[in-house]
């Protein structure tokens, strides 16, 4: 378990890009052995839109453990809905989003 700005979170992650179109988050489990973004999505999801990272309908975009970008999507209101397939990896990820 990690404390992140006053939180208990069971993921590890790292910001890597965000405004108000999208965010990307990178799972650091493998380096740091905690649970996953994957596993502990609620959590991540009301942490960034209460630390006013996450915005309204920003699409939160994950780099998981297997180097994968994917979708964690989410109500605008912090409450995590479900998983959405994204990109095979993190260069066909940057094709699309520079």
Known sequence: MLI??????????SLRHNDLSYVLIQDNANEMNTMSVTN???NVVKFLKDKAI?????ILYYIDTDGRVD??????????????????????FHRIHG
């Open 40 to 42: 502990d999505a609620e």
């Open 71 to 92: 979708i964690l999507e989410h109500d605008g209101e912090g409450n995590f809905t479900g998983f959405k397939l994204g990109f095979p990896n993190e260069n066909e």
């Open 54 to 58: 996450l915005i309204g309908d920003a």
């Open 4 to 13: 992140k700005r006053g939180y208990i979170m069971k993921a590890n992650f």
